[in-house]
């Protein structure tokens, strides 16, 4: 990521806390194919206080937070963002969230396009 200009993970974050807290609750799902991770991503509740500051549109139900959303280099590009923010989307649906907020690094253009 910071090849692209893109500085949201670093040598602090995430750390293998978060990571190890994402596994521990439930929160942790990867993308693997042929016994290897290819991508993350944490799926919750959580958010920053600084959400109760912003207007959402979904006023009543319950949001699902995506998180860490992350792809191994050498696997960018090949769709699996894509397949894990299709996993949210399923996810959300059949656990009876109301709609999807994103985490995300303002800068980080490639997250944002995505989203």
């Not at 807290?21 to 439930?26: L, N, Q, S």
């Not at 929160?27 to 109760?52: Q, R, T, V, W």
């Amino acid at each position: 990521m910071n090849a692209e200009n893109i500085f949201q993970c670093d040598e602090i974050y995430p750390d293998k806390g978060i990571i190890e807290k994402d596994i521990a609750h439930g929160h942790a799902f990867g993308f693997f194919h042929l016994d290897e991770l290819k991508g993350y991503i944490a799926l919750n509740e959580e958010y920053s206080p600084e959400y109760n500051s912003l207007e959402w549109k979904d006023k009543n139900g319950t949001s699902l937070i995506v998180h860490r959303l992350s792809i191994k280099a050498n696997y960018q590009g090949q769709g699996i963002a894509k397949e894990l923010m299709l996993f949210a989307e399923k996810y959300a649906k059949d656990n009876g969230y109301s709609s999807i907020k994103l985490d995300a690094f303002l800068p980080n253009q490639a997250a944002l396009s995505l989203y």
